[in-house]
């Protein structure tokens, strides 16, 4: 009799801990469902590159599910996503696409027109040509280059902020409910462009004439808005630069007598000695193109200009 | 009664060719308008109902109606082309927004239709096998060509040169078969989908290739110096795309420049309908803007009005068949007067040969009429089929 009694109790006790699981799985349900409700209503927004997401995500806040997909380490510009990464941008509400011909995968995969957005289309006129390179011909269509336009767009901050409304003007046609909650933020964000735009004035005031370099062609609207004397390398941060780099280098000093130079991140500490002995300092100017290790687009920016304008020094 | 009918029916039998030759003239007097009625209805239906949902369509100056047939029906005649600067145009107007189609290549025999996803969101059009388009290179197959060619994802498709004279020119694209649509009822079902730079790639305006800087073999340099670099025929540029190579398909020139067979514009509402119309109404422009609605409207007028030519015809003919008819009763009558005779001299009255003639008459008739019936059953069934092989394509 005791034992069924026991067995009876354990039963119960067995019954009720039952009970409380499927109490718990039923609530984790339901919040999930929740969960997952709020994030159907939520504007889906795909990017080519952090910059783009960083707006996008200042501007829609918590009514937008901003993703950037390219993997950290990699330039987005160069990336190029596998299927399963296109199908995902294929299926968002909007790609926000940075113009300039940036990001070149975007011409060689299918996605729908009608979801894109080319940030840049108020300044197209304004693109800066880069070195058409060699041109070569072969087959009908006759003589051609493969020469680029520059990309990095929002490196000149007055655009960035041009960039950031195309993208508030998007997310207001796809919730015009929500266009005015939109403008706010992006007005906000507009402040804060247009402050570093007008502190990197002054830092180009203050470098005007100076010579300066960079490690690669990346900067040429930073040189374009605030008259920045830079000439450019092609000069990788991980690479320790050949002979005939150098030697290149020694030939640009004769004619363009640069002390400081321009990097995407820091140089080996070879390269660095190096530039050193030769009177040249780096300074570090992310173009924060992918995800930074740490902090956002805003921080990234804010210490580019520091260790710019400390290095320029007080009177430059 | 029934006696009457099996002497009527013993006697069709006998006159085999007789009767066989009545029969198809009932039957053909009956069948043709009513087949011909089947299929201009279902043509309109069709042409409608496409028409109907595509507002509106911009293109080059020229016929509206091969404009419409090849955007609407991949139709084979090609209209004069227009830039991807006119997509780039609607979409700027704010008022409408574009779909690009490029409709000018086949493959086996099938029309490859370039455009963007949108156009699948625009038709309804669903992947039944497979995946939609991600990659350039690839293709997605109407179930019609996918059952045609017996072709699923995973298999390749070459397209075809434009003309077989064509040996200079540029070299067909294998493309990867990545899908199979479901079933539209639609001229897309005979349409191979490719995205519009894909269509470019056939075209050759972008391609890939050795990097041209960085080759070594001196055969495939004609000239070189600081500017430019000439390559010999010998440089193969890539017929198949695929993950290595993908990185080298590059454009010649702007994309805006780039030509399309025809844009389908999209307004918001019937204001920006309106708006848009208007913009084209210069005759200084090289591009115009039709509503499909009444371009097919128009054709279908012309239809109709052949039609009810026809159906004069008909009537004429027909009743020429069913004088003809009366004629070769009256013939048999005569020429069966010593077996009526007979019959009326083994006591039948005039009743029992009336009952007689009538019954045969009868059978042709019930007998066409089930011949008509069978007939006009096959072609309500299969009417979708023969109007895109017959009226359509």
Same mark, same amino acid.
């Given at each position: 009799?005791?034992?069924?009694?026991?067995?009876?109790?354990?039963?119960?006790?067995?019954?009720?801990? +039952?009970?409380?699981?499927?109490?718990?799985?039923?609530?984790?349900?339901?919040?999930?469902?929740?969960?997952?409700?709020?994030?159907?209503?939520?504007?889906?927004?795909?990017?080519?590159?952090?910059?783009?997401?960083?707006?996008?995500? +200042?501007?829609?806040?918590?009514?937008?599910?901003?993703?950037?997909?390219?993997?950290?380490?990699?330039?987005?510009?160069?990336?190029?996503?596998?299927?399963?990464?296109?199908?995902?941008?294929?299926?968002?509400?909007?790609?926000?696409?940075?113009? #300039?011909?940036?990001?070149?995968?975007?011409?060689?995969?299918?996605?729908?027109?009608?979801?894109?957005?080319?940030?840049?289309?108020?300044?197209?006129? @304004?693109?800066? +040509?880069?070195?058409?390179?060699?041109?070569?011909?072969?087959?009908?269509?006759?003589?051609?280059?493969?020469?680029?336009?520059?990309?990095?767009?929002?490196?000149?901050?007055? @655009?960035?902020? &041009?960039?950031?409304?195309?993208?508030?003007?998007?997310?207001?046609?796809?919730?015009?409910?929500?266009?005015?909650?939109?403008? %706010? %933020?992006?007005?906000?964000?507009?402040?804060?462009?247009?402050?570093?735009?007008?502190?990197?004035?002054?830092?180009?005031? %203050?470098?005007?004439?100076?010579?300066?370099?960079?490690?690669?062609?990346?900067?040429?609207?930073?040189?374009?808005?605030?008259?920045?004397?830079? +000439?450019?390398?092609?000069?990788?941060?991980?690479?320790?630069?050949?002979?005939?780099?150098?030697?290149?280098?020694?030939?640009?000093? %004769?004619?363009?007598?640069? &002390?400081?130079?321009?990097?995407?991140?820091?140089?080996?500490?070879?390269?660095?000695?190096?530039?050193?002995?030769?009177?040249?300092?780096?300074?570090?100017?992310?173009?924060?193109?992918?995800?930074?290790?740490?902090?956002?687009?805003?921080?990234?920016?804010?210490?580019?200009?520091? #260790?710019?304008?400390?290095?320029?020094?007080?009177?430059? | 009664?029934?006696?009457?009918?099996? *002497?009527?029916?013993?006697?069709?039998?006998?006159?085999?060719?007789?009767?066989?030759?009545?029969?198809?003239?009932?039957?053909?007097?009956?069948?043709?308008?009513?087949?011909?009625?089947?299929?201009?209805?279902?043509?309109?239906?069709?042409?409608?109902?496409?028409?109907?949902?595509?507002?509106?369509?911009?293109?080059?100056?020229?016929?509206?109606?091969?404009?419409?047939?090849?955007?609407?029906?991949?139709?084979?005649?090609?209209?004069?082309?227009?830039?991807?600067?006119?997509?780039?145009?609607?979409?700027?107007?704010?008022?409408?927004?574009?779909?690009?189609?490029?409709?000018?290549?086949?493959?086996?025999?099938?029309?490859?239709?370039?455009?963007?996803?949108?156009?699948?969101?625009?038709?309804?059009?669903?992947?039944?096998?497979?995946?939609?388009?991600?990659?350039?290179?690839?293709?997605?197959?109407?179930?019609?060509?996918?059952?045609? $060619?017996?072709?699923?994802?995973?298999?390749?498709?070459?397209?075809?040169?434009?003309?077989?004279?064509?040996?200079?020119? *540029?070299?067909?694209?294998?493309?990867?078969?990545?899908?199979?649509?479901?079933?539209?009822?639609?001229?897309?079902?005979?349409?191979?989908?490719?995205?519009?730079?894909?269509?470019?790639?056939?075209?050759?305006?972008?391609?890939?290739?050795?990097?041209?800087?960085?080759?070594?073999?001196?055969?495939?340099?004609?000239?070189?110096?600081?500017?430019?670099?000439?390559?010999?025929?010998?440089?193969?540029?890539?017929?198949?795309?695929?993950?290595?190579?993908?990185?080298?398909?590059?454009?010649?020139?702007?994309?805006?420049?780039?030509?399309?067979?025809?844009?389908?514009?999209?307004?918001?509402?019937?204001?920006?309908?309106?708006?848009?119309?208007?913009?084209?109404?210069?005759?200084?422009?090289?591009?115009?803007?039709?509503?499909?609605?009444?371009?097919?409207?128009?054709?279908?007028?012309? *239809?109709?009005?052949?039609?009810?030519?026809?159906?004069?015809?008909?009537?004429?003919?027909?009743?020429?068949?069913?004088?003809?008819?009366?004629?070769?009763?009256?013939?048999?009558?005569?020429?069966?007067?010593?077996?009526?005779?007979?019959?009326?001299?083994?006591?039948?009255?005039?009743?029992?040969?009336?009952?007689? $003639?009538?019954?045969?008459?009868?059978?042709?008739?019930?007998?066409?009429?089930?011949?008509?019936?069978?007939?006009?059953?096959?072609?309500?069934?299969?009417?979708?089929?023969?109007?895109?092989?017959?009226?359509?394509?």
């Amino acid at each position: 009799m005791a034992g069924t009694a026991i067995g009876d109790a354990n039963h119960n006790r067995g019954c009720t801990v +039952r009970h409380g699981l499927r109490r718990v799985l039923a609530a984790a349900l339901l919040l999930f469902m929740a969960c997952s409700a709020v994030a159907a209503d939520k504007l889906v927004v795909f990017t080519v590159n952090h910059p783009l997401a960083y707006f996008a995500q +200042r501007i829609g806040g918590d009514e937008v599910d901003v993703h950037f997909p390219a993997p950290e380490g990699i330039d987005p510009a160069f990336w190029m996503p596998d299927v399963s990464e296109i199908i995902a941008y294929q299926q968002a509400d909007l790609v926000l696409l940075n113009g #300039a011909r940036y990001a070149k995968w975007v011409d060689k995969v299918s996605l729908p027109q009608l979801k894109l957005v080319n940030t840049s289309t108020a300044f197209q006129d @304004q693109y800066l +040509r880069g070195d058409a390179g060699t041109t070569h011909s072969h087959g009908p269509v006759g003589e051609h280059s493969h020469g680029g336009v520059a990309f990095t767009t929002w490196l000149d901050f007055s @655009q960035a902020a &041009q960039q950031a409304k195309a993208i508030a003007e998007a997310l207001a046609r796809k919730r015009p409910e929500l266009a005015a909650e939109f403008q %706010r %933020r992006f007005a906000l964000l507009e402040s804060d462009l247009l402050a570093l735009d007008s502190e990197m004035q002054s830092i180009g005031q %203050r470098a005007r004439g100076k010579p300066l370099l960079a490690s690669h062609p990346v900067y040429q609207y930073l040189q374009r808005r605030y008259d920045l004397n830079l +000439r450019s390398l092609m000069w990788e941060p991980d690479v320790v630069p050949g002979r005939s780099s150098w030697q290149g280098l020694q030939v640009l000093l %004769r004619e363009h007598p640069a &002390q400081r130079m321009l990097w995407e991140a820091e140089p080996v500490s070879e390269t660095a000695q190096r530039l050193t002995s030769l009177g040249i300092s780096t300074v570090i100017f992310s173009p924060c193109a992918n995800v930074p290790d740490d902090g956002d687009f805003l921080t990234v920016m804010r210490r580019n200009l520091e #260790a710019l304008s400390s290095i320029l020094g007080p009177d430059g | 009664m029934i006696d009457s009918v099996y *002497i009527a029916w013993r006697y069709l039998v006998f006159n085999k060719a007789r009767s066989a030759t009545l029969v198809a003239c009932v039957s053909l007097i009956a069948v043709l308008p009513f087949t011909l009625d089947v299929l201009l209805n279902e043509s309109e239906r069709q042409l409608l109902s496409r028409a109907e949902t595509t507002p509106l369509l911009v293109g080059a100056k020229g016929s509206a109606l091969d404009l419409v047939m090849n955007s609407l029906y991949l139709d084979d005649q090609v209209p004069e082309l227009v830039s991807m600067q006119v997509n780039d145009e609607v979409s700027e107007s704010g008022l409408a927004n574009p779909i690009p189609l490029y409709v000018r290549f086949h493959a086996r025999g099938f029309p490859i239709v370039g455009t963007t996803l949108d156009y699948f969101d625009f038709r309804g059009l669903q992947v039944r096998e497979g995946r939609s388009l991600a990659l350039l290179g690839e293709c997605v197959l109407g179930s019609a060509v996918a059952e045609s $060619l017996g072709l699923k994802p995973g298999d390749r498709l070459l397209s075809s040169p434009e003309t077989v004279f064509d040996l200079a020119g *540029i070299y067909p694209l294998n493309m990867n078969v990545v899908g199979v649509l479901e079933p539209s009822h639609s001229a897309d079902d005979v349409a191979v989908f490719v995205d519009v730079k894909t269509a470019w790639v056939i075209e050759g305006l972008v391609h890939g290739h050795q990097d041209l800087l960085k080759v070594r073999d001196p055969t495939l340099i004609m000239e070189r110096n600081d500017q430019n670099v000439t390559a010999t025929a010998k440089l193969t540029q890539y017929t198949e795309i695929d993950e290595q190579n993908i990185g080298s398909f590059h454009f010649h020139g702007e994309p805006q420049a780039y030509p399309l067979t025809a844009v389908i514009a999209l307004p918001a509402d019937a204001k920006s309908a309106t708006i848009l119309r208007g913009r084209y109404v210069s005759a200084e422009k090289t591009t115009q803007i039709v509503e499909p609605n009444e371009v097919i409207d128009g054709l279908l007028r012309n *239809i109709f009005r052949v039609k009810s030519i026809i159906d004069s015809v008909i009537v004429v003919v027909g009743l020429a068949a069913l004088l003809a008819l009366v004629l070769v009763f009256a013939l048999s009558l005569r020429l069966r007067q010593r077996e009526l005779n007979t019959v009326f001299r083994l006591g039948c009255s005039r009743y029992t040969i009336v009952r007689l $003639l009538g019954a045969e008459i009868a059978i042709i008739l019930i007998i066409s009429a089930a011949l008509v019936a069978a007939v006009a059953g096959v072609v309500s069934h299969y009417d979708e089929q023969l109007v895109r092989l017959f009226l359509v394509n």
